[in-house]
């Protein structure tokens, strides 16, 4: 009798041992499943009114990209589901609202749901130095993004505005050392984002060092070379810079800009930062950036940016003042409808990110 009976108590150890292994195991791997899927995004929201000119429906803003709608105004929702696996992954990354339909303007070209599509990505990491993604991303040129939380000023700069937003294709992404880095890629011509209709590619090439980027952007006659980088000058002080050139095809009539924009931040605290973007932007052959009027084309504008950056929790609030000042007499209208070469407006902006 003590024989089986031991051999029943050894069978019962066993038996719940190994149960208790079962479901460690998948207890483990839940966890493991649950860290591979990821949701994240932002929500933003702003009131903008100008000082020198007049505000309602026909409101004036500055000629770039996101933040000029009067009064009480919507950005964009942003939802950003991924998945990370061992080696292969994805980005959803879908944009709902002013902002996002701004951010992907030459969408819908197929679908009737095309304008709610930013990113749209595969990836796969044949190595720890080598990374291929195929599908839609965000531009690689550039200091700005589209996301106003990855952003310090909540308007954007003419250099952010009138380059590339977003681009698809095929990308290889080489760690040639800790410091060094390189990419290469061939894409549908620029913001043709969800298919190609042309039959004509884009190509283009990053070299990276210690965070500071050189970028190359051959686009079908056009070219454009960007400079993109900063440096912590202090525990509490960065200055972030971008500069860049476009030269456009001169069979499609398509003029060509340069502009250099710096950032100097100040972190006063842990939680507010004060910052700066100062930009210049000069156009030639009626680009059509600033309203150049006379016979050459060619307008330039000094644009100076004062914002401030609060943050609680994951809000941030951010209160902006923003001078354009150009070269043209007639690039603005006043609130008595005469013409004028500057625009100072505010801006105060709330962004929450998850």
Known sequence: MKTIIITK????????????????????????????????GSIDAYYRANLSAGNGIDAQAPG?????????????????????GEKVGFVADLVFGPRGTDAIFASPMYSATGDIVNQLYVYWDISDKVTLTFGNFNT??????????????????????????SHTGLKADFALSDDFSLMLAVMNPTDLTEFNPTGQYTYGVQLGYSGQYANLLLDNGSFEIDYTGGFDLSDDFF??????????????????????????????????TIGLRGEYFA????FGA???????????????????????GNLIIKPELRLDSTSEDTTFVNG???AMSSLSSFVLAAVYSF
Not at 64 to 84: D, K, Q, T
């Open 336 to 338: 008595d409808g005469e």
């Open 9 to 40: 108590y050894v069978k019962n150890i066993f038996t719940t041992t190994l149960m208790l292994f079962v479901i460690s195991g998948i207890i483990a791997q839940e966890e493991v499943e649950e860290k591979k899927f990821s949701i994240s």
């Open 283 to 286: 156009e030639t052959d009626l």
């Open 64 to 84: 770039s990209s996101f933040a000029n709608l009067p009064g009480f105004s919507l950005g964009m929702a942003n939802v950003i589901a991924g998945y990370e």
């Open 290 to 312: 600033i309203g150049a009027v006379d016979a050459e084309g060619d307008a330039s504008v000094f644009a100076v940016t004062l914002t401030g950056s609060a943050t609680i």
């Open 239 to 272: 200055l972030g810079l971008n500069a860049a050139y476009f030269s456009g095809d001169e069979e499609d009539g398509i003029g060509s800009f340069a502009g250099v924009a710096v950032y100097p931040q100040l972190a006063t605290s842990e939680n507010f």
């Open 140 to 165: 690689f040129l550039g200091y700005e993004v589209i996301s106003p939380a990855a952003n310090f000023n909540y308007s954007t700069s003419y250099l952010f505005s009138y380059g590339p937003f």
